[in-house]
């Protein structure tokens, strides 16, 4: 299969590991031009730096691009792109307000472009495999899922104004990423409710959130987080995913159906000890299934390649990225006004 000729808009943190994952696998994706007005030329395995988006593409004319610019670029950049037929990934958030998700995923389907974005946890085997087991029925019926995600990041963190802000803390930073896997496991969400609070910084931007998720199977789910508590729970610390977060060998997830249940990421499965022996008397056991590691950034790279070349239909859309938008800004809205949200629900026109 053909590499693709991609380009990557935005080479701060994010870009960086696009840009490296796109160097590692030459077979997938050849990386023929960076578009960033502060990028540092050094680490761009030699591809061409341009300041501006649109004088990128005009000379350079990339079949495909990565967006991984600030959240408030990715509405206009990606119309851009739907505008010259320019396959796209997205980082998450797919854009940073409900209305700019509106009108992208209208773009999109008028246009021809194959679109994807960046929930790259989705391609964990662990998550692969977990989702297996639920569809198998082997946990029966999801009843409840329980997530924490703690962890606290460095003062310097705060140093960039951004991220003392509305919009920039660990709701849509961090906590996108979570809603984004309960939807991919448990299906998805009806009804939120919500608390969010900056008690221990006093930012404007909240440090912890709690979530009530109600799913449209009946499923219910609660979400714990901070960036502000220390804890080995977090997926990331979980999952040994990246280099930055020194793995903890904990899960952060615990999912409960009728016949069973499951812990994530390092999979740790319950059932009853004795097959069929079913209730709260009978003895449990539980067993470490240890997924295998493989980079979720490269296997979302080698996916956008099928995408593109083989229409293989995208693991996360831009109406999916949207889905977990909306049922993420419900957790601050409801936290706002004090009452149950129902998320938008975007569906394809
Ligand atoms: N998937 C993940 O786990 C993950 C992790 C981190 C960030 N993200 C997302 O990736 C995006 C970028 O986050 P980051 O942490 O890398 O931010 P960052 O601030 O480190 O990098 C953003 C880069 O975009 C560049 N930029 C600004 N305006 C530009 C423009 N008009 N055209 C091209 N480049 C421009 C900046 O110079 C900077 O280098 C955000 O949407 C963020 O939510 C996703």
Redesign the pocket.
């Known amino acids: 299969m053909k590499p693709l000729r991609i380009a990557v808009?935005?080479?701060?943190?994010?870009?960086r590991r696009h840009i490296q994952t796109i160097l590692a696998l030459p077979e997938v994706a050849e990386l023929v031009a960076v578009?960033?007005?502060?990028?540092d030329r050094a680490q761009l395995g030699g591809a061409a730096l341009f300041d501006d988006?649109r004088t990128m593409l005009e000379a350079v004319k990339p079949e495909a691009v990565i967006i991984?610019?600030?959240?408030g670029?990715?509405v206009q950049q990606g119309l851009l792109c739907c505008d010259r037929g320019i396959h796209f990934l997205v980082?998450?958030?797919v854009t940073a307000t409900l209305e700019e998700a509106a009108q992208l995923v209208s773009a999109v389907g008028q246009s021809r472009v194959k679109t994807l974005v960046?929930h790259?946890r989705r391609y964990l085997a662990a998550v692969e495999q977990a989702r297996r087991i639920i569809a198998a029925g082997e946990l029966g019926a999801l009843v409840a899922a329980s997530v924490i995600w703690a962890t606290r990041k460095p003062d310097d963190y705060f140093q960039t104004d951004w991220r003392t802000q509305p919009g920039g803390g660990p709701l849509l930073?961090n906590a996108i990423?979570e809603i984004d896997m309960l939807r991919h496991l448990c299906g998805e969400v009806r009804m939120v409710s919500g608390l969010q609070s900056h008690a221990m910084r006093g930012f404007a931007v909240e440090d912890s959130a709690a979530a009530l998720f109600q799913f449209d199977n009946g499923c219910l789910g609660t979400l714990s987080l901070s960036d502000a508590g220390l804890s080995p729970w977090t997926i990331e610390q979980g999952s040994a995913e990246s280099p930055n977060f020194p793995q903890s060998g904990q899960n952060a997830y615990r999912l409960v159906g009728t016949k069973g249940s499951l812990e994530l990421p390092i999979l740790r499965r319950w059932g009853p000890r004795i097959p069929g022996e079913i209730g709260w008397n009978k003895p449990l056991t539980g067993t470490d299934i240890a997924p295998p590691y493989h980079d979720p950034y490269q296997a979302q790279l080698r996916h956008f390649q099928r995408l593109v070349r083989l229409d293989e239909a995208p693991m996360v859309s831009v109406i999916d990225g949207a889905n977990t938008l909306a049922a993420t800004l419900a957790v601050s809205q409801s936290s706002s006004q004090g009452s149950v949200c129902a998320p938008v629900r975007f569906t394809q026109a």
């Open positions: 808009l935005g080479a701060g943190m994010i870009g578009a960033d007005p502060a990028a988006t991984a610019t600030p959240n670029l990715h980082e998450k958030p960046g790259h930073i990423h």
